[in-house]
């Protein structure tokens, strides 16, 4: 028995599981306990630090815990040594919840090995960070003038942000690292060599550089992205630049508005010559009151002018087609507006949140208008009626007039109308007549074949009061069918339906969902906006501009849904040839997979994502996956309406 103890003993002795001791090293205490070196406090007095993998044989861990973080006062140290064998530094993150980086606010100087190939996010905002200084026999790292580059000397990796006064990137540079500038830089003057041709946003430069007075930039840059460079009047491109210049604190990109790098006054003159106005240039412009615009310029683009809450006063050009999604969101105290003639579009949200704008008058020459294009409240969209703007106040609710009428809201037959019901005799062929009066003697307003779809307006016991196309009336109560689905998904789709080109008979109208009910043969200017009820299976419920309603073969016909695609989800049905059998939800986009269930036809599915022959979809509040060729794809979210386009499609 004494033997197996001892034995145990010494187990456990090799293990490191002995009683916990504190080892001091190179300017960290380490708590040293079961095989493990956990990081405790920094040496009295250290300055300076070597990170080391392990101390005494146990592996290096950090704290994983804030308070113990803020132990190690970290922003005391003034300089890292690495030791050699160490590859990365991200190791040293790794078991951390917490930034370690966020913490070397006084560091000064990194000692790098020869062995390590990446510094990732340890040295992250270091804004008194004045050298680096690489082993030789570094394969991957080099030191230039106390910056990290490549070993080539061609990508600046980090820049020491604690560099003061003028720097200048040497000859060589041709590549700037993402996050190569990554702390409140605090150089005054920055001159990039000949050589460099692509400035990223990702580079930081734009960021965090914030204390440059002068920014000079070579003839050899070719791409500058939006907001990678900082906000300050003193930039210079150099002369012989093909694309880039400089004009009154505005860069310019072949002969087009790029970036404003100056603060706006109370007013601005957009510079002719351009023909757009881009993204967010006068954005957040709390002083301009007034904007000119230019004939020339076609499109001014998203997010250009919004929450300038100053601005009152806008003059657009006749030569106007395109007002970008958010144009001028949250423009508060814009009052009026007046939109040129050939005015084409009006992205999502251009007018949204303008208090003071009180109406506009939307060209017939407008073929678009964007969800929440307009304000909310008692705002008056003054347009012709079944254009894209009327349309767009009927979804949104705004009030509308033609114009010089008087406004009002359009009315929303689902306002009035909450059950429906299809017309059923019971027999194939049969057509039920709508009456004036409840009585069966009163005259006939017309007769409908089965599959008619009437909105029930009132129920009087025997007869029921409809509505079929635009005519109200009378017929037998025990003729309506009447279908859940149909009268929780009521909603106006409008869409252009047109004939597949491998269809070449006449498209036909069935009377029912099904390929041996009765059905006529159609033709229709397919220019024309179909309201498309519901779809039920692989059937689309249609109402023509006649009037008559009726089902159509999805296979038979194209249904563009023109909507906002960022702003609904992508729905479809399940579409089985085999009517009486049930689709499986797969666990994994595989037939052998588990089945999570099984769902009949016309079972409504919502699509996540597509992964070859498969959609991983949410039904029945699972997730799974479903065979492609048995979804047929709904490119509309039933629960909402459409973004709506008139005309064209």
Known sequence: ??????????????????????????????????????????????????????????????????????????EEVLEIRIVDGITSINQ?????????????????????????????????????????????????????????????????????????????????????????????????????????????????LGTYMSE????????????????????????????????????????????????????????????????????????????????????GVRSIDEWAFSSSTALRRIALPLTLETIGRGTF??????????????????????????????????????????????????????????SAAYWSAWTSDTLWAEPGGVPSRIERLSDRIEPAAVLSTGETGGRTPLRATTGTSGSI???????????????????????????????????????????????LIFAQVSRKSNIPRPLRLYTLPLENSPYVEMEWDTSELLRVFDTVGCWYQVVLPDGRTGFVPTNDVHVSYQMDYESWDLYGVINNPNAQDRLNLRAQPSTGAQSLGRYFNGTQVRILSEEGDWYRVEVDGKNGYMMREYIQSLAYDESMLLDIYSGNG
């Open 92 to 204: 040293f993150v790794e078991n951390t919840r917490y930034p370690i980086y966020t913490s070397y606010v006084n560091l000064q100087e990194v000692w790098i090995p020869a062995s390590l190939t990446a510094i990732d996010q340890l040295l992250w905002y270091t804004p008194e960070l004045r050298a680096f200084h690489v082993a030789p026999g570094n394969t991957w790292l080099r030191d230039i003038g106390g910056m990290l580059y490549s070993e080539d000397g061609q990508t600046l990796i980090s820049y020491p942000s604690g560099l003061k006064g003028e720097v200048i990137l040497p000859i060589g540079t041709r590549f700037i690292g993402d996050s190569a500038f990554n702390s409140t830089g605090q150089a005054t003057e920055l001159t990039l060599p000949e050589g460099i041709e692509t400035l990223t946003q990702n580079c930081g």
């Open 329 to 386: 969101a949250n423009c508060v105290s814009l009052e009026n507006l007046i939109l040129p003639p050939g005015l084409k579009s009006i992205g999502s949200s251009a007018f949204y949140n303008c208090a003071d704008l009180r109406s506009l008058t939307i060209p017939d020459s407008v073929t678009h208008v964007g969800s929440d294009a307009f304000p909310s409240g008692n705002f008056v969209v003054y347009a012709k009626k079944d």
């Open 445 to 491: 307003l017309g007769e409908y074949p089965n599959g008619t779809t009437a909105l029930i307006l009132e129920e009087l016991g025997n007869m029921t009061r409809v509505r079929i196309g635009e005519l109200e009336g009378y017929v037998p109560t025990d003729r309506l069918m009447k279908t859940d689905a149909l009268t929780s998904r009521l909603k």
């Open 212 to 295: 440059l007075e002068r920014l000079r930039l070579p003839a050899s840059l070719v791409q500058i992205e939006r907001y990678a460079l900082p906000y300050i009047p003193g930039i210079e491109v150099a002369a012989g630049n093909p694309r880039y210049q400089m004009r009154n604190g505005i860069l310019f990109e072949d002969g087009e508005l790029h970036t404003r790098l100056t603060p706006i006054g109370l007013s601005v003159d957009v510079p002719a010559g351009v023909t757009k106005v881009p993204s967010n240039i006068y954005a957040y412009s709390e002083d301009l009151q007034a904007v000119s615009i230019p004939m």
């Open 1 to 74: 028995m004494r033997k197996w103890i001892g034995f145990v003993l010494f187990l456990l002795i090799l293990c490191g599981a002995a009683q916990a001791q504190e080892v001091v090293q190179d300017g960290f205490v380490y708590q040293v306990e079961n095989g493990v070196a956990i990081i405790e406090r920094l040496a009295l007095g250290a300055t300076s630090i070597t990170l080391y993998e392990t101390v005494n044989g146990c592996t290096v861990q950090w704290p994983s815990e804030w308070e113990a973080m803020r132990e190690l006062k970290l």
